[in-house]
Protein backbone atom coordinates (compact mmCIF):
# COMPACT_ATOMS: atom_id res chain seq x y z
CA UNK A 1 0.00 0.00 0.00
CA UNK A 2 0.75 3.55 -0.62
CA UNK A 3 0.89 4.54 3.32
CA UNK A 4 3.21 1.75 3.87
CA UNK A 5 6.08 3.28 1.77
CA UNK A 6 5.31 6.59 3.47
CA UNK A 7 6.14 5.16 6.51
CA UNK A 8 8.82 3.59 5.64
CA UNK A 9 9.70 6.93 4.00
CA UNK A 10 9.04 8.51 7.74
CA UNK A 11 11.04 6.42 9.57
CA UNK A 12 14.08 6.81 7.45
CA UNK A 13 13.95 10.54 7.73
CA UNK A 14 12.83 10.09 11.72
CA UNK A 15 14.60 6.95 13.00
CA UNK A 16 13.90 7.35 16.51
CA UNK A 17 10.15 7.33 16.47
CA UNK A 18 8.47 3.96 15.17
CA UNK A 19 5.56 5.31 13.04
CA UNK A 20 2.02 3.64 12.12
CA UNK A 21 0.03 3.11 9.16
CA UNK A 22 -3.35 3.59 12.00
CA UNK A 23 -2.43 7.22 12.50
CA UNK A 24 -2.60 8.07 8.81
CA UNK A 25 -5.82 9.94 7.85
CA UNK A 26 -6.60 11.37 3.68
CA UNK A 27 -7.08 15.13 4.26
CA UNK A 28 -7.56 15.42 0.43
CA UNK A 29 -7.34 13.36 -2.68
CA UNK A 30 -5.67 15.21 -5.50
CA UNK A 31 -7.11 15.43 -8.71
CA UNK A 32 -4.64 14.53 -12.19
CA UNK A 33 -1.37 16.88 -11.16
CA UNK A 34 -2.34 17.33 -7.89
CA UNK A 35 -1.03 14.99 -4.73
CA UNK A 36 -2.54 13.22 -2.74
CA UNK A 37 -2.56 14.98 0.82
CA UNK A 38 -2.10 12.99 4.27
CA UNK A 39 -2.23 13.68 8.12
CA UNK A 40 -0.14 11.47 9.93
CA UNK A 41 -0.84 12.29 13.64
CA UNK A 42 0.54 10.67 16.94
CA UNK A 43 1.48 11.81 20.33
CA UNK A 44 4.63 12.92 19.14
CA UNK A 45 4.07 13.78 15.19
CA UNK A 46 1.45 15.48 13.74
CA UNK A 47 2.70 16.36 9.68
CA UNK A 48 1.15 17.05 6.67
CA UNK A 49 2.29 14.61 3.98
CA UNK A 50 1.97 15.33 0.32
CA UNK A 51 2.17 12.33 -2.06
CA UNK A 52 2.05 11.69 -6.38
CA UNK A 53 2.74 8.03 -6.01
CA UNK A 54 -0.47 7.66 -7.10
CA UNK A 55 -0.65 10.49 -10.00
CA UNK A 56 -0.22 9.03 -13.88
CA UNK A 57 3.47 7.69 -14.99
CA UNK A 58 4.31 11.47 -16.86
CA UNK A 59 3.12 12.99 -14.17
CA UNK A 60 5.69 11.86 -11.60
CA UNK A 61 8.26 11.86 -13.96
CA UNK A 62 7.84 15.58 -14.30
CA UNK A 63 5.27 17.61 -12.53
CA UNK A 64 5.45 15.83 -8.94
CA UNK A 65 9.48 16.08 -8.90
CA UNK A 66 9.49 20.13 -9.88
CA UNK A 67 6.50 20.42 -7.35
CA UNK A 68 7.74 18.38 -4.67
CA UNK A 69 11.51 20.09 -5.20
CA UNK A 70 9.95 24.51 -4.69
CA UNK A 71 7.56 22.86 -2.18
CA UNK A 72 10.90 21.47 -0.13
CA UNK A 73 13.38 24.56 -1.54
CA UNK A 74 10.33 27.21 -0.27
CA UNK A 75 10.23 25.97 3.56
CA UNK A 76 14.04 25.54 3.30
CA UNK A 77 14.30 29.00 2.54
CA UNK A 78 11.50 30.36 4.58
CA UNK A 79 12.47 28.15 7.75
CA UNK A 80 13.18 31.48 9.53
CA UNK A 81 9.70 32.66 9.44
CA UNK A 82 7.63 32.28 12.22
CA UNK A 83 4.44 31.76 9.55
CA UNK A 84 5.99 28.67 8.36
CA UNK A 85 5.88 24.75 9.28
CA UNK A 86 9.81 24.90 10.53
CA UNK A 87 9.81 21.02 10.49
CA UNK A 88 9.94 19.26 7.21
CA UNK A 89 11.33 16.93 5.22
CA UNK A 90 11.57 15.79 1.38
CA UNK A 91 10.55 11.88 1.87
CA UNK A 92 11.52 11.11 -1.81
CA UNK A 93 11.66 13.11 -5.11
CA UNK A 94 7.83 12.80 -4.97
CA UNK A 95 6.54 12.99 -1.88
CA UNK A 96 6.95 15.38 1.27
CA UNK A 97 6.22 16.01 4.47
CA UNK A 98 6.06 19.14 7.03
CA UNK A 99 4.87 20.07 10.36
CA UNK A 100 0.57 20.33 10.70
CA UNK A 101 -0.56 24.08 10.99
CA UNK A 102 -3.50 23.78 13.43
CA UNK A 103 -5.94 26.80 12.28
CA UNK A 104 -8.83 28.19 9.56
CA UNK A 105 -7.94 28.66 6.58
CA UNK A 106 -9.35 32.48 6.07
CA UNK A 107 -11.32 31.52 3.02
CA UNK A 108 -14.02 29.38 5.33
CA UNK A 109 -13.67 32.06 7.81
CA UNK A 110 -14.56 34.73 4.83
CA UNK A 111 -17.51 32.21 4.38
CA UNK A 112 -18.71 31.93 7.77
CA UNK A 113 -18.93 35.95 8.34
CA UNK A 114 -15.81 36.19 10.47
CA UNK A 115 -13.62 39.18 11.50
CA UNK A 116 -10.26 39.19 12.83
CA UNK A 117 -8.28 41.68 14.54
CA UNK A 118 -5.93 44.50 12.60
CA UNK A 119 -3.07 43.01 14.54
CA UNK A 120 -3.61 39.86 12.81
CA UNK A 121 -3.07 41.35 9.47
CA UNK A 122 -0.35 43.97 10.23
CA UNK A 123 1.63 40.64 11.42
CA UNK A 124 0.97 38.94 8.12
CA UNK A 125 1.97 41.88 6.26
CA UNK A 126 5.37 41.66 8.62
CA UNK A 127 6.33 38.09 7.51
CA UNK A 128 5.41 38.73 3.85
CA UNK A 129 7.56 41.21 3.55
CA UNK A 130 10.05 39.13 5.65
CA UNK A 131 9.82 36.91 3.22
CA UNK A 132 10.47 39.25 0.19
CA UNK A 133 13.86 40.57 1.96
CA UNK A 134 15.04 36.69 1.86
CA UNK A 135 14.46 37.00 -1.98
CA UNK A 136 11.85 35.14 -2.08
CA UNK A 137 7.91 35.38 -3.77
CA UNK A 138 5.07 32.74 -2.66
CA UNK A 139 3.09 33.79 -5.92
CA UNK A 140 -0.88 32.11 -4.56
CA UNK A 141 -1.21 34.38 -1.31
CA UNK A 142 -4.43 36.14 -3.05
CA UNK A 143 -5.79 32.37 -2.83
CA UNK A 144 -7.20 33.09 0.79
CA UNK A 145 -7.10 28.59 1.70
CA UNK A 146 -3.01 29.36 1.56
CA UNK A 147 -3.52 31.52 4.65
CA UNK A 148 -4.08 30.39 7.79
CA UNK A 149 -5.85 31.83 11.10
CA UNK A 150 -3.50 29.37 13.64
CA UNK A 151 -5.25 27.93 16.93
CA UNK A 152 -2.94 30.80 18.57
CA UNK A 153 -4.46 33.44 16.39
CA UNK A 154 -1.48 34.24 14.44
CA UNK A 155 -0.79 34.15 11.01
CA UNK A 156 0.28 31.14 9.24
CA UNK A 157 1.10 30.74 5.50
CA UNK A 158 1.03 27.10 3.72
CA UNK A 159 1.26 25.61 0.06
CA UNK A 160 4.37 26.35 -1.16
CA UNK A 161 4.87 24.84 -4.77
CA UNK A 162 4.67 28.03 -6.39
CA UNK A 163 7.62 29.46 -4.16
CA UNK A 164 10.40 30.94 -6.24
CA UNK A 165 13.57 33.02 -5.96
CA UNK A 166 12.67 36.47 -7.68
CA UNK A 167 16.33 37.72 -7.92
CA UNK A 168 17.28 36.77 -11.29
CA UNK A 169 14.24 37.94 -12.78
CA UNK A 170 14.03 42.00 -14.54
CA UNK A 171 13.00 44.80 -11.46
CA UNK A 172 9.65 45.31 -13.48
CA UNK A 173 8.88 41.61 -12.80
CA UNK A 174 9.74 41.36 -9.59
CA UNK A 175 7.54 44.33 -8.32
CA UNK A 176 4.56 42.66 -10.01
CA UNK A 177 5.69 39.15 -8.34
CA UNK A 178 5.96 41.06 -5.22
CA UNK A 179 2.94 42.93 -5.34
CA UNK A 180 0.75 39.77 -6.40
CA UNK A 181 1.75 38.55 -3.04
CA UNK A 182 0.94 42.20 -0.41
CA UNK A 183 -2.16 41.87 -2.63
CA UNK A 184 -3.20 38.89 -1.14
CA UNK A 185 -2.36 40.70 1.99
CA UNK A 186 -4.80 43.38 1.87
CA UNK A 187 -7.34 41.59 -0.17
CA UNK A 188 -7.60 39.38 3.19
CA UNK A 189 -7.23 42.33 5.44
CA UNK A 190 -10.55 44.16 3.49
CA UNK A 191 -12.66 41.42 3.71
CA UNK A 192 -11.78 39.90 7.00
CA UNK A 193 -10.44 42.80 9.41
CA UNK A 194 -12.47 44.54 12.44
CA UNK A 195 -11.45 47.13 11.19
CA UNK A 196 -11.20 49.14 7.37
CA UNK A 197 -8.17 48.81 5.19
CA UNK A 198 -6.39 52.09 5.43
CA UNK A 199 -6.90 53.91 2.57
CA UNK A 200 -3.08 53.91 1.06
CA UNK A 201 -3.07 49.98 1.08
CA UNK A 202 -6.92 50.30 -0.46
CA UNK A 203 -5.79 52.25 -3.48
CA UNK A 204 -2.19 49.68 -3.61
CA UNK A 205 -4.62 46.87 -3.73
CA UNK A 206 -7.49 48.83 -5.97
CA UNK A 207 -4.02 49.29 -8.63
CA UNK A 208 -2.86 45.49 -8.53
CA UNK A 209 -6.19 44.44 -9.32
CA UNK A 210 -6.28 47.23 -12.00
CA UNK A 211 -3.18 45.62 -13.77
CA UNK A 212 -3.94 42.09 -12.69
CA UNK A 213 -7.01 42.29 -14.93
CA UNK A 214 -4.79 42.55 -18.02
CA UNK A 215 -2.88 39.93 -16.87
CA UNK A 216 -3.11 37.14 -19.41
CA UNK A 217 -2.40 33.84 -16.87
CA UNK A 218 -5.48 32.84 -15.19
CA UNK A 219 -7.64 30.62 -14.08
CA UNK A 220 -7.23 26.63 -13.74
CA UNK A 221 -5.85 24.22 -15.01
CA UNK A 222 -2.88 26.49 -15.78
CA UNK A 223 -2.26 28.03 -12.49
CA UNK A 224 0.42 26.13 -11.39
CA UNK A 225 2.10 26.79 -14.66
CA UNK A 226 1.57 30.54 -14.18
CA UNK A 227 2.60 30.46 -10.47
CA UNK A 228 5.94 28.56 -11.46
CA UNK A 229 6.34 29.75 -14.88
CA UNK A 230 4.94 33.44 -15.59
CA UNK A 231 8.26 35.12 -14.65
CA UNK A 232 9.80 32.72 -17.52
CA UNK A 233 6.77 33.19 -19.98
CA UNK A 234 6.90 36.50 -19.29
CA UNK A 235 10.39 36.87 -21.07
CA UNK A 236 9.19 35.83 -24.31
CA UNK A 237 6.08 38.08 -24.30
CA UNK A 238 5.64 41.94 -25.35
CA UNK A 239 6.68 43.11 -22.01
CA UNK A 240 6.02 47.29 -22.79
CA UNK A 241 2.27 47.04 -22.25
CA UNK A 242 2.82 45.47 -18.93
CA UNK A 243 5.82 46.82 -17.80
CA UNK A 244 4.05 50.22 -18.06
CA UNK A 245 1.39 48.77 -15.84
CA UNK A 246 3.54 47.34 -13.06
CA UNK A 247 5.90 50.70 -12.91
CA UNK A 248 3.97 51.96 -10.36
CA UNK A 249 4.70 48.63 -8.14
Known amino acids: MIENKLLS???QQFPEHVFMQQYFSVVHKG?????????????TFDLIVKDFSQSPWFIRKTFAKLSVNQEFKGLSR??????????FSRLSPIAVAYDYIEGTPLRSLIHQGETLPVEFFIELERQVAKMHRLGIVHLDLRNMGNILCGSD????????QSTISFSRF????????????MSGVYKAWDKLSSTPLPRAKQQYLQRFNHVRKRWIFK???????????????????????????????
Open 219 to 249: GYPIQRAYAWGAAMVMQFVDSDLIRNLTDRF
Open 31 to 43: RFANAIVYRYKDD
Open 153 to 160: GKPYIIDF
Open 78 to 87: LAQLDAVANR
Open 170 to 181: SRWLQRFMRGSD
Open 9 to 11: QLQ
